[in-house]
């Protein structure tokens, strides 16, 4: 006979629940004229639904805040309304801000509690396979405080003495060892807490969140990125984005 009157074993913590924001409120200038960047459209969709839709596409991620242009945040929403997007995701749009690290810190004060991992995405990154986006919250997981997925570089890289004025000759003063360097993608992982202290005590000119968390003096680590999430950027970038999009819907029926 089984001895009912046994303690059940204690259930272990429930897993983080994982917040993704994504700031999109930049103008985009280097695409040419037109709709803000993270607004143009590709394969027929604006590439930031492209974006919310491959953080949804993680099971870990239960909310995605969309940071939209201070003026455009009513137009968003309705993008967001008028696209199919996980039924399981939520979807929350703010005003951005002037600056990146305004509008993620706006997007960071939209987060409501329970959400203990946040992930930061660039809009102009619509391609990130759901693997990447995976391997960056298991990272944050494990204790890391901050994610990056990262690239080796192929070309050798030069440390220059920028030019006095456009177009003149820029002397080299160093070559970086290739192999220690890593061109860094997103969605990157952190912490929330660690994320918010970063927001609330780092300034001046960064080029990313995780900078920010290095400036803290914790440890950023690096987990494999993925070759198809390149930034759209340039009129060329769009083009190699159609492509990779066109190649997904004829292999997989994306």
């Known amino acids: 006979m089984s001895d009912d009157s046994r303690p059940s074993p204690p259930a272990g913590p429930?897993?983080?629940?994982?917040?993704?924001?994504i700031p999109a409120a930049g103008r985009g200038?280097?695409?040419?004229?037109?709709?803000?960047?993270?607004?143009?459209?590709?394969?027929?969709?604006?590439?930031?639904?492209?974006?919310?839709?491959?953080?949804?596409?993680s099971r870990a991620v239960s909310l995605v805040v969309v940071v939209a242009p201070p003026e455009g945040a009513a137009e968003v929403r309705s993008l967001l309304d008028a696209h199919a997007l996980p039924e399981r995701t939520d979807f929350v749009v703010v005003p951005g801000g002037q600056s990146r690290q305004e509008s993620v810190r706006l997007g960071l004060d939209a987060l409501p509690p329970g959400h203990d991992i946040v992930l930061v995405h660039d809009a102009a990154r619509p391609l990130v396979p759901v693997d990447t986006v995976d391997a960056v919250?298991?990272?944050?997981?494990?204790?890391?405080?901050?994610?990056?997925?990262?690239?080796?570089?192929?070309?050798?890289?030069?440390?220059?003495?920028?030019?006095?004025?456009?177009?003149e000759p820029e002397p080299v003063v160093a070559t970086p060892e290739?192999?220690?360097?890593?061109?860094?993608?997103?969605?990157?992982?952190?912490?929330?807490?660690?994320?918010v202290r970063a927001h609330r005590t780092v300034t001046g000119d960064v080029t990313d969140d995780a900078g920010?968390?290095?400036?803290?003096?914790?440890?950023?680590?690096?987990?494999?990125g993925h070759e198809e999430a390149f930034k759209v950027t340039r009129?060329?970038?769009l083009v190699l984005a159609e492509a990779v999009l066109a190649r997904r819907r004829l292999n997989d029926g994306f």
């Open 235 to 237: 009129p060329l970038d």
């Open 178 to 195: 290739r192999a220690r360097l890593r061109a860094v993608q997103t969605p990157q992982g952190f912490d929330r807490e660690t994320l």
């Open 137 to 167: 919250i298991e990272a944050v997981r494990e204790g890391a405080p901050a994610v990056v997925p990262a690239l080796p570089l192929a070309d050798t890289v030069k440390q220059v003495e920028p030019a006095r004025a456009p177009g």
């Open 14 to 21: 429930p897993a983080a629940r994982t917040a993704a924001v």
């Open 212 to 224: 920010m968390v290095e400036q803290l003096g914790l440890t950023v680590v690096a987990v494999p």
């Open 29 to 57: 200038v280097r695409l040419g004229p037109g709709a803000p960047k993270a607004l143009r459209a590709l394969g027929g969709t604006p590439m930031l639904i492209h974006a919310v839709r491959a953080m949804a596409a």
